[in-house]
């Protein structure tokens, strides 16, 4: 988890120091999808391996809808009740 | 974007299927998967860290700001609870896929590399739901309250469904779903990585 962590903190530390240009940030969004396309494949693979993943991925799909579904319900309700006490204002 | 996920999603799943990469292959990519989350967490922060407007904006509402995320985060987390008790999900595994709050490219893959991959997939699956499900009824949110589609969202309400929300709302909103949506895209690696630890 401290590598995860680290690396966040050290971009966040370095893209404000470093005056970017438009041209920089265009080639990070492109290094930014590079590494999202490979680490997605990456884990198709180990999706499309697993024998036991495959033969439940109904259950996984019911599950995963129920999962946002109910997160969805509890932030939307959160935020209602931030309204409604009045922080927002 | 979202077809270049579908696609290398898509690819990787036939590719595993049906055993096409030699053993050889296969071993580098764990390996070589943990150094592409590092590199994409640096790339997230410098994106984040470069975002002058975002960080100007965060210094003018001050402290107030942070409680649209943190009310979302706790929404989120509640609801992860109450799925915990409605399927046979333990509870730290619940709160894990909860935490990714539709940021489902980066909690997959750090569920799939701490824990497994049935729980990776779970996260892409439930999150990649939270956004499709938050673009449909943004219309419907909108009208509960101006707020309400933005909670939806969570982390995604920064950009992918930053055009319906300002579609459904205002650009008032908008601004405030770039800083609230930014507040939650960093605490997802944290969360997500926090409650992984926890699942034995």
């Given at each position: 988890?401290?590598?995860?962590?680290?690396?966040?903190?050290?971009?966040?530390?370095?893209?404000?120091?470093?005056?970017?240009?438009?041209?920089?940030?265009?080639?990070?969004?492109?290094g930014?999808?590079?590494?999202?396309?490979?680490?997605?494949?990456?884990?198709?693979?180990?999706?499309?391996?697993?024998?036991?993943?495959?033969?439940?991925?109904?259950?996984?799909?019911?599950?995963?809808?129920?999962?946002?579904?109910?997160?969805?319900?509890?932030?939307?309700?959160?935020?209602?009740?931030v309204?409604?006490?009045?922080?927002?204002? | 974007?979202?077809?270049?996920?579908?696609?290398?999603?898509?690819?990787?799943?036939?590719?595993?299927f049906?055993?096409?990469?030699?053993?050889?292959?296969?071993?580098?990519?764990?390996?070589?998967?943990?150094w592409?989350?590092i590199?994409?967490?640096?790339?997230?922060?410098?994106?984040?860290?470069?975002?002058?407007?975002?960080?100007?904006d965060?210094?003018?509402?001050?402290?107030?700001?942070l409680?649209?995320?943190?009310a979302?985060?706790?929404?989120?987390l509640?609801?992860?609870?109450?799925?915990?008790?409605?399927?046979?999900?333990?509870?730290?595994e619940?709160?894990?896929?909860?935490?990714?709050?539709?940021?489902?490219?980066?909690?997959?893959?750090?569920?799939?590399?701490a824990v497994?991959t049935?729980?990776?997939?779970?996260?892409?699956?439930s999150?990649?739901?939270?956004?499709?499900?938050?673009?449909?009824?943004?219309?419907?949110?909108?009208?509960?309250?101006?707020?309400a589609?933005?909670?939806?969202?969570g982390?995604?309400?920064?950009?992918?469904?930053?055009?319906?929300?300002?579609?459904?709302?205002?650009?008032?909103?908008?601004?405030l779903?770039?800083?609230?949506?930014v507040?939650?895209?960093?605490?997802?690696?944290?969360?997500?990585?926090?409650?992984?630890?926890?699942?034995?």
């Open positions: 988890m401290i590598d995860i962590i680290l690396s966040l903190v050290c971009g966040i530390i370095i893209g404000r120091i470093l005056p970017l240009k438009e041209s920089h940030k265009i080639l990070i969004q492109k930014y999808t590079a590494v999202i396309f490979l680490l997605i494949l990456f884990m198709g693979l180990q999706i499309g391996m697993n024998k036991s993943i495959m033969g439940n991925l109904s259950t996984i799909g019911v599950y995963a809808a129920l999962f946002a579904v109910v997160t969805i319900s509890g932030s939307v309700l959160a935020v209602l009740a309204e409604k006490a009045g922080v927002m204002s | 974007m979202i077809a270049l996920i579908v696609c290398a999603l898509v690819m990787g799943v036939a590719l595993g049906f055993n096409i990469l030699p053993e050889a292959a296969l071993g580098g990519v764990g390996l070589c998967s943990r592409l989350l590199a994409l967490l640096f790339l997230v922060g410098i994106d984040v860290g470069g975002n002058k407007e975002v960080l100007a965060l210094k003018r509402m001050g402290a107030k700001i409680v649209l995320p943190l979302i985060t706790a929404g989120s509640l609801g992860g609870m109450v799925a915990s008790v409605l399927t046979d999900v333990a509870l730290y619940s709160l894990a896929v909860a935490s990714g709050m539709g940021y489902y490219t980066l909690s997959s893959i750090i569920l799939t590399q497994g049935t729980l990776g997939t779970l996260a892409f699956l999150n990649i739901f939270r956004e499709i499900l938050t673009v449909v009824t943004c219309p419907i949110l909108a009208r509960i309250s101006r707020l589609p933005l909670a939806s969202g982390a995604t309400s920064m950009d992918t469904t930053l055009p319906v929300i300002i579609q459904c709302t205002s650009k008032t909103v908008g601004v779903a770039v800083i609230s949506g507040i939650i895209t960093l605490l997802v690696p944290f969360l997500v990585s926090l409650f992984a630890q926890y699942i034995s």
